[in-house]
């Protein structure tokens, strides 16, 4: 963190810099479909940073996120064969629909946007091979992953993240509080909307349809010209202008958007891919925070090293919640949703957090021992009312772990930053902050503390001593 080099790292922090370009260039390449496969040559330039040494170092000091951080480097440069065989037996994997053969990509995006249930089960009943293929190369990937924990000196996942987080018991019960206050309004709900669209239990409906399927009236902004607007609002008008945003599809480009912090502050980019409906703007406007924060916070890269993903996370869901709200949409947008949609984007966002605090639970108690497949089914069906494929159980947690040991963690700490920041915000700003620059002093703070300090500290000046107390209850903060 700036100005705070520990020893060990010292003679490193060149190489850390010229490392952390190199890999976030090659991820934004690969992400945005400019590159088909990792550039294998980087990891062994700087096996010094990735052999494991310094994050022993780290540990032994009690920096943990410079340790989360090293712990990414060493795992990611022994995983290389393993991830470019999974990606590639993805892409090889096919289902017989409707009398073809189609990839997996096509037939999931199918399933998910199928019109009725019973349509929604026969595509389901389609894709079971071919999930169930994915899935035996998923735990191909996840020996590899074994192995080369192991190299680092740990048998068991658990142990790693209690290495690298400390003591998340604390977290793991604010999880299960926040579902227990949550579950009957959410289960109440969701029986009405289903009823109201006409579809059943089956996962697409509540984990993508629900979420994705509101669509921007014609004759709105386009999401990258929005995106900017507001940003300059916020009185970043030099970074809504220098930060680039890549809106072309291609061919293997990432679903959704991401933003690289390559060479922060000066070169920072976000990527996404054009879909349509809301979600483009929500993920874009959350992509471009993290741009924002880049751009205004550090000085250089490794000011960035060891910082903490919950509050980066935190600010990118706060901007993403703005993006649901009516006054953003009239004023950046230039359109206005009807009643249903906004009562859907709320339910879309009770939903999300429910998802988040399911999977803290669900890994750690997988990285504990339990039986993957049972565990996701049982969490799903009593949490978020779907009855889902057991053969869809490591999906999603493959998507985070290659960024870090227990990624979900930092997911759902991020709730809560987003609840105190969002009252903070409010506070200075007014109920439509997002709409006016009266907080642009607050978050350029922000922005360039959440490189100095650790998570506590930042929610400590948002006024939160201990964020566990934060039931995370998303609507609460939101017009």
Known sequence: MRGTVPTYLRPHVEQIEAY???????????????????????HGRYPELNDGRLFRAALDAGDLGYARALANLCLTSRLLDASDRLAAAQLDIKVTLDGAEVGLGRASAAWASAATEDERRRIGAALAPGFERREVEQRRWLDAYGAAREALGFDEQAALIRAVHGDVSRWLDHAQRSLDATRDVYLAELREWRRRDGVGDSGPFTLQLLLGGVRVPAGGASSDKAVRQTA????????????PIDLVARPGKLAGAMCARIDPPRDVRVTSQPGGGLQ?????????????????GPDRPFDVFGDDQSISEGFGITFQTAATEPAWLAQFVGVRLDDDAYARLRFAELARARHGAVHVLYEHRVFSGADAQREFVDLYRRELGVEISPHLALTWMLFFLPLQPFYALHLHQAQTVRQALWRRLSEVGGPTWYANDRCHELLTDLFRSACELDFDEVMAKLGVRDATTLVVRPGDEAT
């Not at 009185?235 to 220098?242: P, S, T, V």
């Not at 406007?285 to 741009?291: C, P």
Request: hydrophobic share 40%; charged share 25%; glycine share 8%.
């Open 20 to 42: 952390r370009r190199e890999v976030f260039l090659d991820l934004y390449l690969r992400a945005s479909g400019e590159r088909a496969i990792t550039d294998r040559a980087i």
């Open 280 to 296: 483009e703007y929500t993920l874009l406007l959350h992509e471009f925070g993290h741009g924002l924060h880049f751009t205004t």
């Open 232 to 243: 300059a609002a916020w009185g970043f008008h030099e970074q809504a202008e220098r930060i």
